[in-house]
């Protein structure tokens, strides 16, 4: 399968945990947005990374967020010490190029349930 | 705030008809515009993209852009029954370091038999 690939599908943690999200690019894809998508509400920008690189991360909460794309394997994004307004679903997508304009795939995303 | 307006719809349209999904943007500044296809529970999936003003055309679907207006739509011709998801508008804001999505809240189309 050479779409975006996430993992896991679906998380539940309990208050307090951390939650780690993976995302693989599509093949020959190197750059890697993270989306976030409350019930009833829009996707919202989180962070755009490339290769060990964080190129835009003005949508990522100052707090308990995080994420990093490593030279080798998938991109992580990481939240510590989860609360109950983190349940939402967190889609990753990626592009063939960084210049504007180019099209971005979605991968199927990680519904993500805080208890 | 650079936001991106859709009517949320639902908007109910008869098996053959042809649907109508607006949206308009509020940033002067994006230059490029995406339609995706959302099923409930389910990935956003890329319908169609338009840089340019004017229409854009692949199969049953088309895009049309007015930049003067800043305003965005999808006509989709022969609507099906499967057409029926929540349709997302998106505009690119392209920082020249960096490309985002912004994207509506989306409308629900509904293809009734």
């Known amino acids: 399968n050479a779409g975006v690939m996430q993992n896991p599908r679906h998380l539940v943690r309990r208050r307090g945990q951390e939650a780690r999200l993976r995302c693989s690019p599509m093949k020959g894809h190197s750059h890697v947005y993270w989306y976030r998508q409350l019930p009833e509400e829009g996707l919202k920008f989180m962070v755009y990374l490339q290769k060990e690189n964080i190129i835009d991360e003005s949508g990522m909460p100052k707090e308990r967020f995080s994420a990093e794309f490593p030279k080798e394997g998938p991109s992580i994004l990481r939240i510590q010490q989860v609360v109950r307004g983190d349940s939402a679903a967190y889609f990753c997508a990626s592009s063939l190029m960084d210049r504007g304009g180019q099209p971005q795939h979605f991968g199927d995303g990680t519904r993500l349930s805080i208890l | 705030q650079k936001e991106v307006e859709q009517n949320s719809g639902p908007l109910s349209v008869p098996e053959g008809a042809i649907a109508s999904l607006n949206c308009t943007y509020s940033?002067?500044?994006?230059?490029?515009f995406f339609w995706y296809r959302q099923y409930s529970g389910k990935s956003p999936e890329l319908i169609m993209f338009i840089y340019s003003n004017g229409d854009k055309e692949d199969g049953r679907f088309t895009a049309q852009l007015n930049k003067a207006s800043q305003y965005v739509s999808l006509l989709i011709r022969d609507s099906q029954p499967s057409d029926s998801a929540t349709y997302l508008c998106?505009?690119?804001?392209?920082?020249?370091?960096?490309?985002?999505?912004?994207f509506g809240t989306g409308t629900r189309l509904q293809v009734t038999l």
């Open positions: 940033d002067r500044g994006s230059q490029s």
């Open positions: 998106a505009a690119d804001q392209y920082t020249g370091t960096a490309s985002k999505l912004t």
